[in-house]
């Protein structure tokens, strides 16, 4: 299996443009999350999914980031409007839906909004 | 946020074991403790959980204290390949089942 695979690596755009970012999960894995890094707040937690349904999107900041999974290989999350502080690594990881296991992470979208 | 404590940083010599410490005193007692790691420009990688029981695989060790308050990961062999920043969570510590929350880790460095 090929991993957890992100695109684009790298995405630069203007203040203001729509942004999407796409994630394709391990075969056969149903539990999906997005994480967003920076220097200062770290890894942290944006949305998960089980089985293609939104578990807890509390993470999510604002109303300008939406996160869908339309079905069980492909997510996508989206800043619309983006900002410059929005300019982070954003993080796909999948796992099985099961208290026991390990998740799996993509190897990450550098995201710099100018 | 993530209810375990770990050292900001530590250094570790090429070829000794590295002990990575944990306090991870609120987690339930049904609930397993996981260890991730984070090389630099990379995904965070799973490395071992454990719930009670001391652990080992191709990678790491892991000692869980019989109170299950904290744990230590030990790397028998550091190589300078293992630097980078090392997690230890607590799956319940984001307020709900399995949210691998991550705090701030270890910085792990390996020096030759």
């Known amino acids: 299996d090929a991993g957890v695979i992100q695109s684009p690596r790298h995405e630069v755009t203007e203040m203001g443009q729509e942004v999407t970012l796409r994630c394709k999960p391990i075969s056969g894995h149903n539990s999906l999350f997005w994480y967003r890094q920076t220097m200062m707040r770290g890894l942290e937690l944006l949305i998960y999914f089980n089985n293609n349904v939104p578990i807890d999107d509390s993470g999510m900041p604002e109303d300008r980031f939406s996160a869908k999974m339309p079905n069980a290989s492909f997510s996508t999350l989206k800043i619309q409007p983006s900002e410059p502080r929005d300019s982070a690594v954003y993080f796909c990881?999948?796992?099985?839906?099961?208290?026991?296991?390990?998740?799996?992470f993509g190897q990450g979208t550098r995201l710099t909004v100018v | 946020d993530a209810k375990t404590t770990q050292p900001t940083s530590m250094d570790c010599a090429e070829g000794r074991a590295a002990n990575l410490p944990c306090n991870h005193s609120t987690i339930s007692g049904n609930e397993y403790v996981y260890w991730y790691r984070q090389i630099h420009s990379q995904g965070p990688q799973y490395i071992i959980h454990g719930l009670k029981n001391n652990e080992t695989n191709e990678m790491a060790s892991l000692i869980i204290t019989e109170d299950r308050k904290s744990s230590t990961l030990i790397l028998p062999h550091a190589t300078l390949r293992d630097t980078a920043v090392y997690y230890c969570?607590?799956?319940?510590?984001?307020?709900?089942?399995?949210?691998?929350?991550f705090g701030k880790g270890t910085l792990l460095t390996v020096n030759p």
């Open positions: 969570i607590d799956p319940n510590s984001g307020g709900s089942n399995y949210k691998l929350t």
């Open positions: 990881a999948s796992s099985l839906w099961h208290r026991n296991t390990e998740a799996f």
